[in-house]
Each structure stands twice: as C-alpha cells, then as structure tokens.
C-alpha cells in the first residue's frame, strides 16, 4: 500500500528537510503541520503563467534553449513515482505536482516557476527538488515514461513596475530570468540518504537555527513551566 511507504514532496526539500530538521520530522513522521499563510495571489499568478507558456517555443523561456514545445498539462496532476531506492537500499517515493517540462526532438527540460527575485548562488537550494521531478517523469508508478530528461531549470518572474491602469484593470511588467540547474543525480541520493536517515530515526531531528515554529514552541514551554 502507497501509504504505508515513505512518501516525499520536493516542495518539502528547501524550505522544509533544509530549514529545520525537527519540524520536517514532525509532519512526515508525527503528522504534526503548522499550516503556512502563503497567499493565494502567488497561485494566481501560477496558473496565469502556465496557460499563456502552455504550448509555446521553448524560445520563449531563454533564446539559448534547443527548440522544443513547453508543456505544462501535468502541473494540474499529482504525478508518483516507483518505488526507488536510497544509498542504503531503502525504498522511497516521490509525489508532486511538475510546473512545466520542455518536449525536444531527442529529451526533455524539466521547468519550474518562481515568482521571485532569483538570484544564481540562490537557485542552487531547488535542484534537488528539480531532480525529484525529472525522476518522477523518468520513473511514474503509472502512465507514460517521460525523458531522458537532460536539463533542468527555474523561470522566474518579478514585478518591476506598473505600466497602465484603465478602468479596473492594471498592466504590471515582470522582470523574467532562466537559470540553468545542472542534475546531479549522485549528490540527490546522497540528499535523500540524510532524510531517511532522519525518518529513520538514525539522527537526531534537530531544530532549525532560525525556524520561527520551534523558537514560538519554546517560549510557549517557557511560558507554561512559569505559570
């Protein structure tokens, strides 16, 4: 049963597994999730971005790209992997959902969208999450095998300035970047290894320096032992 294996979302990795280990083990393993306040203006902007792209040269996106054709039909589905296997040969799977893929004559260009301010030494905190979905489409537990897939990258937008207003509608300008990741699959293992050690129980689920969720814990305990 799907439920009963260790199920990983590469939305998870960077601001999760990344930020605060104890807070990553709570949810995964103690189903314990303080539910973030991400505005929905963002998902807007999501889906705005991913119906105009849809079916478009890959041109579009960065001119120094091979010709291909951007799809992004697969990010309104949770795409799920096989089982696969960490550097200790213990079994795991991937579920996501994948922005945008680029179909080219011989392969495949994973795409992620970000509206943000990306900057290059930035960019690098994603790729295991880019990994994940080029494995997802190379590795589906159901439907068609996508791939090789050979590049990955992040196209980022951001608001730079407001151009118009008329009536009730306003025209703002984004800035948009492409930033190439390189796949390093070796180095995603070696990622994944850490984290089922953690589920594992083989390291210690330790507290983030700067997560907010486990310094508010903490003063909430100090609270109650003062009281």
Same mark, same amino acid.
């Given at each position: ?34 539910? &973030? ?5 963002? =998902?807007? *902007?999501?889906?705005?971005?991913? /119906?105009?792209?849809? #079916? %478009? +040269? ?9 010709? &291909? ?5 697969? =990010?309104? *589905?949770?795409?799920?992997?096989? /089982?696969?296997?960490? #550097? %200790? +040969? ?138």
């Amino acid at each position: 049963n799907i439920m009963n294996d260790v199920i990983l979302s590469p939305s998870d990795f960077a601001f999760g597994f990344d930020q605060c280990k104890k807070c990553y083990y709570d949810k995964i393993v103690n189903k314990v999730k303080l539910n &973030g306040m991400f505005p929905s203006v963002f =998902s807007k *902007f999501d889906r705005c971005q991913k /119906h105009y792209y849809h #079916n %478009k +040269n890959s041109k579009y996106l960065n001119q120094d790209l091979d010709d &291909g054709i951007i799809n992004t039909e697969k =990010s309104d *589905f949770m795409m799920v992997s096989t /089982h696969l296997l960490d #550097n %200790k +040969n213990r079994p795991f799977i991937l579920r996501g959902k994948l922005d945008a893929f680029i179909q080219h004559k011989d392969y495949v260009t994973v795409v992620d969208f970000k509206t943000t301010d990306m900057k290059i030494e930035k960019s690098k905190m994603y790729r295991n999450q880019l990994v994940s979905y080029a494995l997802m489409l190379e590795n589906p537990s159901k439907g068609m095998k996508l791939g090789p897939v050979k590049k990955l990258g992040l196209f980022c937008f951001d608001p730079v300035s407001q151009l118009s207003h008329a009536a009730d509608n306003a025209t703002v300008k984004m800035k948009t970047t492409y930033i190439d990741i390189t796949r390093d699959d070796k180095a995603f293992y070696e990622y994944i290894t850490k984290i089922l050690d953690l589920i594992h129980g083989i390291t210690k689920p330790e507290s983030g320096e700067k997560c907010s969720t486990c310094k508010f814990m903490e003063q909430q305990n100090n609270l109650r032992k003062a009281s």
